[in-house]
């Protein structure tokens, strides 16, 4: 018999054995996935050259009477008042900007804009010919059990990322209400201004404008980078075949592009009525006077009129899957 087929039986060999027998290694659970930063490199807008019709630069009335069905519940219905603008004074007002007319207004100007950076799509999930049930505006708490029903073939948000505290509780009520297949998709605006050309001084008053609201908007747990770190979120909530769509839209009508010019428009206008909405309620919670919040509102409103500086908000469209 050769070496090679003897086995060797002996008590030494047998504990030499059972000592090489790795220990069993205890299992741990992993922990919550932590919202990563995403860069994605777009394109620069390309500034215009030649001059605008002011036909371009007309913003016509906002027909309001088309929403869709709204659902809601007694406590959301409430409002509290400061200085003429209403707020939610659902859980504390903890949503800092006005839900009033004015501000549902800049909303109808926001869906506008989105339509001419889209083509005029309402969304990017590719729902089959046969999808009917949707849900895609509700007035209500994202964050509590949702009492909406299951089985859904999309479930839509814009516009969310920033100001839910608990986007993780929010993506799982969304998993949970889709039907096997079904689809998420989520339309975020990052509310961070950006300039690709250095035509942007870090003085600008528009910057600083922004720089204040992101830290106003912190005090109330809000993250307005959240659109940009969703992929993680969506990948531990469950959700495939994860898509981001990046979009860039100019502040004001300086874009070569007509659509872009005319979304730019849109911006700006929205823009102009986001400013005396969170110059009161958000900017006090810095402890600001309100001679200093109407300053940097002031600088912001003349900033936001020179289009030699060409800036931009990032817009961020995801679309999920829960596997069939």
Known sequence: MSAANTTDTSPAAAATEERATPEPTAIRTPEPATPQLVEVETPAITPVTEPIDDEELEIEGWDRTTSTSTSISTSIYRHSWENGRRFHS?????????????????????????????????????????????????????????????????????????????????????????????????????????????TMPDDDGLLQYYKTLNSALTRFGMDLEMPRKLRSLLEEAGFVNIHHIPKKVPVGPWASDRYLRVAGLYLREAISHLIPATTSKSFRALGLSEAECEMIAMSARQALQDMSRHRYLPFHFWTAQKPE
């Open 90 to 198: 659902y859980k504390h007002g903890r949503y800092p900007i006005p839900n009033d007319d004015i501000e549902q207004n800049r909303e109808d100007i926001k869906h506008a804009m989105m339509l001419e950076i889209t083509d005029g799509k309402l969304y990017y999930a590719p729902l089959s010919k046969n999808a009917q049930k949707i849900i895609d505006f509700l007035v209500d708490d994202a964050e509590e059990e949702w009492m909406n029903g299951d089985n859904y073939d999309l479930v839509h948000m814009r516009s969310m990322s920033s100001v839910l505290k608990d986007i993780p509780k929010v993506l799982r009520h969304s998993y949970s209400a889709l039907k096997p297949g079904g689809w998420l998709e989520m339309q975020e605006l990052q509310a961070v201004l950006h300039c690709d050309d250095d």
